[in-house]
């Protein structure tokens, strides 16, 4: 068995002063529906925020395109001046429309104004780190980076981004963005059931850097999700703890940045750090992806 330390354990990110617990939080859902406007409740939006950094969370991750510029305000108005050992995460890369469309924005002049908007709105000089999201919806899209990363890596010699990191990427986009400037985590598409990025999260821990999953519960068939909820139930857990806990046990170089506006699933997701996982309630979990790749097989 596997027991998890409290919040997961620790991981320092490369060539950084920050070390983190692994269970930190997403604040994505601090905004409104769809990721859009303010959020139905703004009082318990900055207590789950709050609550999670009293709890020990010191790792947030966010995007001041989610609302737009909500969440990074609630952050703001609930946790600064922030303190010592917090480390705020944020991306760029895309833009809002007026629609709530989400529309790609990797050229410099977006790139720029992303920044100036995240400071301001997290009322800080400098951002710990800045991860350029790339490729589509869920998966990457392979070619160059190289444009809009150099624009990231001046406003770092700059003094405005402290370290960078990569979202929504390829191995190869990855390898390209090291020749330009050192990036200290990936943010991907992961879970259980999707199960892609195996080799290069191997590839990532071998060199220290931080994998950080997105949609933990995404993607999943109904097969598969019963499966997830049987094992779930055999632990007096939820499948949301089931899936986290698996990631915490994946790779240690695996940092969680589950998102909620609910503070009991705060509290239900933090708890997910102190679940054992025996080698048989694994070997149930891996055989969902490896399932899934045998049906694909057979579609082909």
């Known amino acids: 068995m596997t027991t998890q330390n409290q919040l997961g354990g620790v991981f320092t990110l490369p060539g950084t002063a ?61 946790l600064h001046p922030y303190r010592d050992g917090l480390v705020i995460v944020t991306k760029l890369g895309a833009r809002r429309g007026e629609d709530a469309s989400w529309i790609p924005a990797l ?38 980076i190289e444009a809009p990363f150099t624009v990231l890596a001046e406003l770092k010699a700059q003094g405005k981004i402290r370290h960078l990191g990569l979202s929504n990427i390829t191995a190869a986009q990855f390898a390209e963005a090291q020749r330009i400037a050192p990036a200290v985590g990936v943010q991907n598409f992961y879970n259980v059931a999707n199960r892609e990025d195996d080799s290069f999260i191997q590839q990532l821990a071998a060199q220290g850097v931080a994998y950080v999953p997105f949609f933990p519960l995404g993607g999943f068939t109904p097969m598969q999700s019963t499966v997830l909820d049987s094992a779930a139930v055999s632990l007096h857990a939820t499948p949301m703890q089931l899936a986290l806990a698996w990631l915490l046990q994946r790779s240690p170089n695996i940092l969680l940045i589950p998102g909620t506006s609910s503070l009991q699933h705060l509290r239900e997701n933090l708890t997910a750090t102190q679940l054992e996982l025996s080698p048989e309630i694994v070997e149930q979990l891996d055989a969902i992806a490896t399932s899934a790749g045998k049906t694909e097989a057979a579609a082909v």
């Open 18 to 78: 920050f070390t983190v617990h692994r269970m930190g939080y997403g604040a994505m859902q601090l905004a409104g529906p769809n990721v859009w406007g303010p959020p139905r409740d703004s009082a318990q939006a900055i207590a789950v925020l709050r609550e999670a950094i009293d709890t020990g969370v010191n790792h947030i991750d966010t995007s001041d395109f989610y609302g737009p510029h909500v969440t990074n305000q609630i952050i703001k108005e609930a």
């Open 107 to 144: 050229e410099r002049q977006h790139l720029i104004a992303g920044v100036e908007d995240n400071l301001r709105n997290l009322g800080v000089d400098a951002l710990d780190v800045v991860n350029l999201r790339v490729g589509g919806f869920a998966a990457p899209v392979e070619g160059s």
